[in-house]
Structures are given as structure tokens and as C-alpha cells.
């Protein structure tokens, strides 16, 4: 017997029944509602921004939002739909969520520069600043511990991406809630304490990621 | 003719896919006949899969291993509509990768990964052959009991052991003629 024939044998001794890996679809559903809850739950814990029914129908804020929640279901979708091994999956599931955070950095740098906000001191000031980067990691731990252990129960194959994927969808998250909690609408505010460290914190994530969920 | 040939190849490997995909479901559910015979079809497949990426041929069984042993591991992942050969090719490649890192780590830049090669657009085997050819030509430059010990150790695969019973003397003169000889062909490497 050959040395393989008798790993496949040892193998086979250990091949119990094993029950199935959820559905992707149901490991989203089952994801998606629980950061719902949490964004809930953030808002209501923090307080919600003082000008929310002023606010709430302006264009900008209509379409960073929507941007912002197409980013939680897009990047939570590839992170989960990464963590099962299939070859047959197209790239698109990577590109889609790229674009919607690009776009969301496009809104905010078009914002900056229209001059319609006084980018001083104020807006970079890091008092205020690092309590909106503290809410988004806070606000978005829990649904990042929830998809953690969905992907470590997988077997991701590309360890990099998952990494930035799941970091991403999390902090996505945080900046979803942060939208209705922080009332600074200076676009310089924005792009320094709520888009730099979502970037930031997604690329250290696919560092992170190769550690994270290497099985 | 070569269209009729490349569709049965397809029906072929959908077929087997299918089977494999069969048995999977059937070891998900503890059958372990079905998972023996799951894993013994694999073999070869993962084998010559392994053979054409592997420079190494006596580390093909290892790798091959090691995928079995992922596959293993991973079987809770295989979602049952979804085709089998892509599932297993996901965790092969990864395997490989995962192996190839190892080694790079542990002998340097001698071997490069799939995307390393793809990004600067040169194909394994290209790579591979040239690689081999380097070597082989830079063995023969070598003195000649350090290129009987090296071709040997490393192209024919003996042991220390029988290196030393062959050319009737000591495993360790025998490991530090190899030694010496690796150094020699860095430099000559490292030179042409």
C-alpha cells in the first residue's frame, strides 16, 4: 500500500458526518439583519444627529447613504460568498463593492470641492474627529465578530480578499450608523475620520486577513 | 474531428464531476465507503493537477497530501448544487500556493507562485524548464563528486545514507560535499 493510499485510509477513518456549511444566501440573510439591528441599536444608544429631519432629504445625504448600504450588502455578500471555495465565481462580486467605495470617496472629494464648507480646524479637529472613528469601529465590532466566525466556520480560499472584504463590510457598517449620529457635514470632516479610516482600516484588514482565517 | 474529441473530454469531466459531487454528498453524510472511493478517484486527478505545478517530483506526494488533507477539512463547505471540480481546484490551488509561500520562505525566490507568474506574463512551464535547464547546466559546471552527490540527493532522490554507501564514505563528508557544492552553484547562478 503506498504512503497515500494509507493517508487516504486515516482520512477516511476520520470522515464522520459532517453537517453542511448554510447556503451563502442564508448566512447573508442571517448577517445582514443582525447589523441592521446593531445600526439600530448604535443610533439609538448614541443619539441620533440633532439635524436628522433637516438633513434627511437633501441629495447628499440620500445618496451617501444609499451608497453607504449598497457598501454593507455588497462587501458583506463578497466576504461571505469568498469564505466558500468555489473557482466558477466571477470577479464581479469584487468589482461591485470596489466601485460603490469609490464612488461613495468620489461624492465626499466632489463635496470638498465645491467650496460650500470652510475646511478649518474645526472640521479636522481630532476631539470630535476620533470620537466618529471610535463610534464606527464600535458600532461595527459585533456584526464583524458575527461574520468572523461565518467565514472561520468556511474555508476561504483567498485569504487577502476575504480579509478586505469582511473589514470593509464591518466598518461599512459603523459609517451606515455614523450617518445618523454625527452631525458634521463638513465633507473634510468626512473624508478624514470616517472614509480615511474605513480605507485604512479595510487595507490593514486584508494584511490581517492572511493571519485571520488561514486554516 | 478535434471539436467532437474536445466534447466528450467536456462530457467527460461534467460526468465525473457529477459522480464526484455524488459521493461528496453521500460522505457529508458519513458514508465512508463513498468518501474512500471519492478520495482514491481524486488521487490521480490531483496528482497530475500537482505534477505540471510541482518542480520538485519528490514533493508531488506531499502536496497531493496536503489537498487531500484541505479537502478533508473543508468538506462541510461543498454546497451540493454547485459544481465539485471547482470547488476541489479552489482548495488545490490554494493548497499550492499555500505550499509554494512555504517554500520560498524556507529556500528563497526558487520557485514562484501562479499569480506571481501571471502577473509578468510568463507560464510556468516556460518558467520551469528554464529554471531546469539553468540548474542542470550549472550542476555539470560542478566539480566532479559534488555533481555526483547533488544529482544524486537531489535529481534521483537517494538518501544521505545510501549517497554514502554508494561512494564508500561518511554521511557527514557526504553532507558537506552537498553543502559545498549548493554554495558552488549560487555562485555559478548567481553569475550566469
Known amino acids: ?215 | 474531428m478535434n471539436s467532437k474529441r474536445t466534447n466528450k473530454q467536456a462530457d467527460s469531466k461534467r460526468e465525473s464531476s457529477a459522480r464526484w459531487a455524488a459521493l461528496m454528498r453521500k460522505a457529508q453524510n458519513g458514508d465512508r465507503e463513498a468518501y474512500r472511493q471519492l478520495l482514491n478517484e481524486l488521487c490521480p486527478v490531483l496528482r497530475s493537477y500537482v505534477r505540471n505545478r510541482v518542480s520538485n517530483i519528490h514533493e508531488v506526494e506531499d502536496v497531493v497530501q496536503e489537498i487531500l488533507m484541505g479537502l478533508h477539512k473543508a468538506r462541510a463547505t461543498y454546497i451540493p448544487n454547485r459544481p465539485f471540480s471547482s470547488w476541489m481546484f479552489a482548495i488545490a490551488k490554494y493548497k499550492l500556493i499555500d505550499y509554494e509561500r512555504r517554500l520560498m520562505r524556507k529556500r528563497g525566490p526558487e520557485i514562484l507562485s501562479e499569480e506571481v507568474l501571471a502577473e509578468h506574463d510568463i507560464s510556468a512551464s516556460t518558467y520551469q524548464s528554464s529554471l531546469e535547464n539553468d540548474v542542470r547546466s550549472a550542476i555539470a559546471k560542478l566539480p566532479e563528486k559534488q555533481r555526483k552527490v547533488v544529482t544524486m540527493l537531489k535529481l534521483e532522490g537517494h538518501s544521505v545514507k545510501e549517497i554514502a554507501h554508494e561512494l564508500n564514505a561518511s554521511e557527514s563528508a557526504v553532507k558537506v560535499t552537498a553543502h559545498r557544492a549548493y554554495k558552488a552553484l549560487k555562485k555559478i547562478l548567481e553569475k550566469s
Not at chain 1, 441599536?41 to 443619539?47: A, T
Request: aromatic residues 10%; hydrophobic residues 55%.
Open chain 1, 1 to 215: 500500500m503506498t504512503e497515500t493510499s494509507e493517508f487516504i485510509e486515516r482520512i477516511v477513518k476520520d470522515g464522520e458526518a459532517v453537517k453542511p456549511v448554510a447556503p451563502p444566501l442564508t448566512r447573508f440573510l442571517f448577517w445582514i439583519l443582525s447589523a441592521l439591528v446593531l445600526i439600530i441599536c448604535g443610533i439609538l444608544i448614541i443619539g441620533p444627529r440633532t439635524d436628522l429631519s433637516l438633513i434627511i432629504n437633501s441629495k447628499r445625504f440620500i445618496l451617501e447613504t444609499f451608497l453607504l448600504a449598497v457598501l454593507v450588502v455588497l462587501s458583506g455578500a463578497t466576504a461571505l460568498s469568498l469564505s466558500i471555495p468555489d473557482e466558477s465565481y466571477g470577479r464581479l462580486r469584487i468589482v461591485l463593492p470596489t466601485i460603490t467605495l469609490a464612488g461613495w470617496l468620489t461624492i465626499i472629494t466632489y463635496h470638498l470641492g465645491c467650496n460650500c464648507y470652510v475646511a478649518g480646524y474645526s472640521a479636522l479637529n481630532p476631539g470630535p474627529g476620533l470620537r466618529c472613528t471610535a463610534g464606527i469601529l464600535m458600532i461595527g465590532i459585533i456584526p464583524g465578530i458575527i461574520l468572523f466566525f461565518l467565514i472561520k466556520r468556511a474555508a476561504p480560499v483567498n485569504l487577502r480578499l476575504v480579509g478586505f472584504f469582511s473589514f470593509l463590510s464591518l466598518l461599512a457598517v459603523g459609517a451606515l450608523a455614523l450617518q445618523f449620529i454625527c452631525d458634521n457635514p463638513n465633507p473634510a470632516h468626512v473624508l478624514v475620520w470616517h472614509v480615511l479610516p474605513v480605507v485604512t482600516i479595510a487595507i490593514l484588514g486584508s494584511l490581517a486577513g492572511a493571519k485571520l482565517f488561514k486554516w
